[in-house]
């Protein structure tokens, strides 16, 4: 006899569904069957309608209860590194799930997020805030930053969190057993630390739900006063040995991240326009988010646009994307919104596939 083959194979335990695959699985030929075609077909369809609430797995069968049915969560992102001569912004940064951007050529990681490998090299963490997706990873980068001796590893945070990280530190002894080394610095806006030579961090203040703080790196550099260039280099030693002063004192802002914020005063900061690379969330870009922006405390692409109109930056680096948002929808809203000049100044650091092209193409080193 021809039987009509069971699409879905051995559903042992499918109780609900036994009689309408029986019967539609042994029913002899089609065109001697009761009905015919028509049956066979309509007892499959009704199989399939009702399956849609109970699907099967490994073990048979899904449970019918959404709460035993939660999804896989999302694959783990992957460091992405973008190259701006002579620095590389490397990092993970997915809205409410884990922030960190680095620059290596600095000594410097922006917020910490899980702590990615690669964050051990940071010998300063500046923390924007203490939400977990960007500091979740601090006790792993001071435990293993002192295992694979590599220094002891430091932070600098908003005052804010100075006693809370202490308090974390001191928890995770009762926890270990043991003591980690560990350095926290506590800066108020507008107050700075040298990380490198004549290379300065500087903290500002920023508007967020939480104490939050975004992060100048600068460069002083000496110049002669332009009123002695071409004296003879005689002469110059003269009036540098009488005391006088020769040069006069600049600052390069060469790096600024803003960590997660909303749109405020900080924006109009000469060290935050004027800064070389600037490193920017944008977790909203939805036209209908602007309020949802808003109250999160969190900026929407039309801040992009009105900053991009202000910033003299050659290079605009957008983080803390959702992924509420697929990444090609994101950049197709963001090259509808901005003009061609200012979307070649503008990367995003999980785009991971332009990235890696713009790093085959050459790339003019930034500007003194």
């Not at 030693?237 to 909303?262: N, S």
């Not at 920017?280 to 900053?307: Q, S, Y």
């Amino acid at each position: 006899m021809e039987r009509i083959a069971n699409p879905l194979g051995n559903l042992r335990g499918f109780e609900s569904h036994r009689g309408l695959l029986k019967e539609a699985s042994h029913r002899p030929r089609l065109n001697h069957c009761k009905g015919g075609l028509s049956r066979c077909m309509r007892l499959l369809g009704d199989f399939f309608r009702h399956s849609r609430t109970a699907r099967p797995c490994m073990d048979g069968f899904m449970s019918q209860d959404p709460s035993q049915n939660a999804k896989d969560p999302p694959r783990s992102p992957s460091v992405c590194c973008l190259h701006i001569p002579p620095y590389r912004v490397q990092g993970v940064s997915i809205a409410g799930e884990e922030s960190m951007v680095q620059i290596p050529e600095l000594d410097v990681a922006f917020d910490i997020g899980r702590c990615p490998r690669t964050a051990l090299t940071a010998k300063y963490v500046a923390l924007s805030h203490g939400h977990m997706d960007h500091a979740a990873g601090l006790a792993y980068y001071f435990s293993q930053r002192n295992f694979q001796g590599m220094g002891t590893g430091t932070v600098v945070v908003h005052p804010h969190l100075e006693q809370p990280i202490h308090n974390l530190m001191r928890a995770w002894i009762d926890i270990e057993a043991q003591r980690t080394p560990y350095e926290v610095i506590a800066l108020e806006p507008d107050a700075e630390i040298e990380i490198k030579n004549n290379i300065f961090l500087r903290a500002f203040a920023t508007v967020h739900t939480v104490p939050s703080l975004g992060y100048v790196v600068l460069e002083r550099r000496t110049k002669l006063k332009p009123e002695l260039v071409g004296l003879p280099q005689e002469r110059l030693m003269q009036m540098k040995e009488a005391g006088e002063a020769i040069t006069i004192m600049r600052e390069v802002p060469l790096v600024c991240y803003t960590g997660d914020t909303m749109w405020g005063p900080h924006f109009e900061r000469p060290d935050v326009l004027g800064a070389k690379i600037l490193i920017t969330e944008c977790t909203f870009l939805e036209p209908g988010h602007r309020n949802r922006a808003g109250i999160g405390k969190h900026l929407h692409l039309d801040d992009i646009v009105r900053l991009l109109g202000v910033s003299q930056a050659e290079a605009v680096v957008l983080t803390h994307l959702s992924r509420r948002t697929h990444l090609g929808i994101a950049k197709r809203q963001i090259d509808e919104a901005l003009s061609p000049e200012q979307r070649a100044r503008v990367h995003l650091l999980m785009d991971a596939r332009s990235n890696r092209r713009d790093r085959s193409a050459p790339v003019p080193a930034l500007e003194d």
